[in-house]
DNA sequence: CCCGTAATAT
DNA sequence: AATATTACGG
């Protein structure tokens, strides 16, 4: 097994001059692919501790670019399986058939059907985050056993050691050739044209659809009449409809949400007329296990996603038509804070409507009769008050997709809320806010990086940007909440970058500590 | 045909 | 998880 790995760690890493040396292929190249930013940096700092040289993206889009560019530049690639536009078995698929470059597949996801496909499609391992040090050491001979088998000429005469050999025959890849549908005969440059691409259904395009249904009306939007207006080529009417029926399914949940808390609270405190006037109801306690204290929540100004959410602007769509985005259940618990938002002429369609598509008769809908009560002008602008989780239309998607640090959205379902602007911290209305002098929550561990998340508010001192990553248990939890110095993301990154021994959950805590003083 | 919807596949 | 595809009634 292994062998002396284990204690060169400590502050002087690069000094021992171990007898990894020799077999240690310094400064092989890696290109590391993940959409996970974190994820990404993490393994970016194991790389380059186990000194390869890497150069790390987070699309396969891009490192395919990379790639082709000259086969030459990199040794090996190591990607996330679970990637957005390209995921990782494509990216694969495509560098498997043009080029001789092992490739490492890695995911939080350890099924084994998932395992095998990777095997399968000829991924040289498979790596199961979060990815440890010990698996990243020994890359290299992924490289090196390739490049002794290499049908070209000069086979080295080396003799592999022994154990691994009984690894059966994942063999090279071309001349095999699994029966691919199509049979590329071109001169080989496109041969990765043989899927027709999927739509993803990216802010921009998704603000087209928007656009679309706006324009046309929402009982009068179909498929077909969306189609013609955002006119994209590689949209089909199927796509569409595909997107419409998602739409409308979220718009349903979303105002029977609505009505159903909206008749608890809306009418208790029903003098609202101005923001400045809101009447704010204090949520109830939770009662889940994810360590979120919902008592203290407050109205205390607005709260940012950190670097993440930052200057991210989502549709396009002005401030003050955009709504606070919520994960989920921990918004349901707030939902009693009231907000204003302009009232958009579709609200006013809407309103007039009998019957819409996905929403059934719309006279008989408890939302309309809230937003119609709460009607209200404020500088010359119509105003409406909602209760929080009433949905606009441009807020019935759920986006979390889209938002860097959280594509494995499922594992934040009880997330907190934050707002998707990130120019101002107080001039929006309707944020969901946390206060109390200072007050720590934590979200639940995300799977595909292993790491939970501490989130801390400085109600002092506008947005919340101290996210700490790190994999921090629930007993440590009160040590870091009760700090004062919340070590920001940037932070830790930076320390990662710079000291890539920073592997593994207590290297995190130690650099925790030390900004600490 | 096209639409809406639910179920199922990828 | 996000899209695609299919099946079926209207």
């Given at each position: 097994?292994?062998?002396?790995?284990?204690?060169?760690?400590?502050?002087?890493?690069?000094?021992?001059?171990?007898?990894?040396?020799?077999?240690?292929?310094?400064?092989?190249?890696?290109?590391?692919?993940?959409?996970?930013?974190?994820?990404?940096?993490?393994?970016?700092?194991?790389?380059?501790?186990?000194?390869?040289?890497?150069?790390?993206?987070?699309?396969?889009?891009?490192?395919?670019?990379?790639?082709?560019?000259?086969?030459?530049?990199?040794?090996?690639?190591?990607?996330?399986?679970?990637?957005?536009?390209?995921?990782?078995?494509?990216?694969?698929?495509?560098?498997?058939?043009?080029?001789?470059?092992?490739?490492?597949?890695?995911?939080?996801?350890?099924?084994?059907?998932?395992?095998?496909?990777?095997?399968?499609?000829?991924?040289?391992?498979?790596?199961?985050?979060?990815?440890?040090?010990?698996?990243?050491?020994?890359?290299?001979?992924?490289?090196?056993?390739?490049?002794?088998?290499?049908?070209?000429?000069?086979?080295?005469?080396?003799?592999?050691?022994?154990?691994?050999?009984?690894?059966?025959?994942?063999?090279?890849?071309?001349?095999?050739?699994?029966?691919?549908?199509?049979?590329?005969?071109?001169?080989?440059?496109?041969?990765?044209?043989?899927?027709?691409?999927?739509?993803?259904?990216?802010?921009?395009?998704h603000?087209?659809f928007i656009d679309a249904v706006h324009e046309i009306g929402i009982d009068k939007a179909v498929?077909?009449?969306?189609?013609?207006?955002?006119?994209?080529?590689?949209?089909?009417?199927?796509?569409?409809?595909?997107h419409l029926q998602k739409f409308r399914n979220a718009m349903k949940k979303n105002s029977a949400r609505a009505s159903q808390q909206s008749s608890n609270n809306v009418d208790s405190n029903g003098t609202s007329g101005h923001p400045?006037n809101t009447t704010i109801t204090y949520p109830k306690?939770?009662?889940?296990?994810?360590?979120?204290?919902?008592?203290?929540?407050?109205n205390?100004?607005?709260?940012?996603?950190?670097?993440?959410?930052?200057?991210?602007?989502f549709f396009?769509i002005p401030?003050t038509n955009q709504k606070p985005f919520s994960l989920q259940s921990l918004n349901q618990q707030c939902s009693s804070l009231q907000h204003y938002t302009q009232v958009p002429e579709i609200m006013d369609q809407v309103q007039q409507r009998k019957h819409i598509p996905g929403l059934g008769d719309f006279s008989s809908n408890p939302l309309r009769i809230d937003t119609l009560h709460h009607q209200t002008d404020f500088?010359?602008l119509k105003y409406q008050s909602f209760p929080s989780r009433t949905t606009m239309l441009d807020d019935y998607m759920d986006i979390s997709?889209?938002?860097?640090?959280?594509?494995?959205?499922?594992?934040?379902?009880?997330?907190?809320n934050?707002t998707l602007?990130?120019?101002?911290?107080?001039?929006y209305p309707n944020n969901i806010?946390?206060?109390?002098?200072?007050?720590?929550?934590?979200?639940?561990?995300?799977?595909?990086?292993?790491?939970?998340?501490?989130?801390?508010?400085?109600?002092?001192?506008?947005?919340?940007?101290?996210?700490?990553?790190?994999?921090?248990?629930?007993?440590?939890?009160?040590?870091?909440?009760?700090?004062?110095?919340?070590?920001?993301?940037?932070?830790?990154?930076?320390?990662?970058?710079?000291?890539?021994?920073?592997?593994?959950?207590?290297?995190?805590?130690?650099?925790?500590?030390?900004?600490?003083?």
């Open positions: 097994m292994d062998q002396q790995t284990e204690k060169d760690d400590h502050s002087k890493v690069v000094k021992s001059e171990s007898k990894d040396k020799e077999v240690f292929p310094d400064g092989m190249r890696v290109l590391a692919v993940d959409d996970n930013i974190v994820c990404l940096r993490m393994l970016q700092a194991v790389l380059e501790h186990c000194r390869y040289k890497v150069k790390a993206v987070t699309d396969g889009a891009t490192a395919l670019k990379l790639l082709r560019e000259d086969k030459n530049n990199f040794d090996i690639v190591i990607t996330d399986v679970h990637m957005p536009d390209m995921d990782g078995f494509r990216l694969l698929e495509i560098v498997s058939l043009e080029m001789d470059i092992p490739v490492i597949m890695m995911s939080a996801n350890d099924d084994k059907n998932m395992v095998m496909k990777g095997i399968k499609h000829g991924a040289r391992d498979y790596l199961v985050k979060p990815i440890r040090k010990e698996e990243i050491q020994n890359i290299w001979q992924h490289v090196l056993r390739q490049k002794l088998f290499k049908p070209n000429g000069s086979t080295v005469k080396k003799e592999i050691t022994d154990q691994n050999s009984n690894c059966t025959t994942k063999r090279q890849r071309g001349q095999s050739k699994e029966r691919e549908s199509t049979l590329n005969n071109d001169s080989g440059e496109d041969i990765s044209a043989h899927k027709k691409p999927r739509v993803v259904w990216k802010p921009e395009l603000k087209k498929p077909k009449k969306i189609l013609e207006y955002i006119n994209e080529p590689g949209v089909s009417r199927e796509n569409i409809a595909s400045s306690r939770i009662t889940q296990t994810d360590g979120f204290d919902v008592e203290n929540i407050k205390l100004g607005s709260i940012q996603h950190g670097r993440v959410v930052q200057n991210f602007s396009g401030a500088n010359e997709s889209h938002i860097p640090y959280y594509n494995a959205s499922s594992e934040l379902s009880s997330g907190i934050f602007n990130g120019s101002g911290t107080t001039s806010c946390f206060g109390g002098s200072r007050t720590s929550c934590t979200m639940p561990t995300v799977a595909s990086t292993g790491l939970s998340e501490i989130v801390q508010h400085d109600s002092t001192s506008g947005p919340v940007q101290n996210f700490i990553p790190g994999h921090i248990q629930s007993s440590n939890l009160e040590h870091f909440m009760q700090s004062d110095n919340m070590t920001s993301i940037n932070h830790v990154l930076e320390h990662l970058e710079t000291e890539s021994s920073i592997i593994d959950d207590e290297d995190l805590r130690a650099v925790v500590t030390q900004f600490q003083h």
